[in-house]
């Protein structure tokens, strides 16, 4: 029951040594924004407003049925 408990004694303190290195070691890096910047690299992307896409959905600016001052437009606005 003594290694046991010996076992369980020096697990517990390697442990609590491991945090504390890694606690330490953490602070002594230095910041990623003190670490000096890699150069910006142009990439290639396909410009998307050269597709003319289509719209979906309803577009109130041109609605033609009911009046626009309706009830709900009040309310909702």
Known sequence: MSALYLMALIGVGVGILSAAWEAVSSVARPSRWESPMRALVLVRTVDRREHSL???????????????????????A
């Open 54 to 76: 289509p719209f979906v959905g309803d577009d109130r600016r041109h609605h033609t049925g009911e009046s626009q001052n309706s009830q709900h437009d009040r309310l909702a």
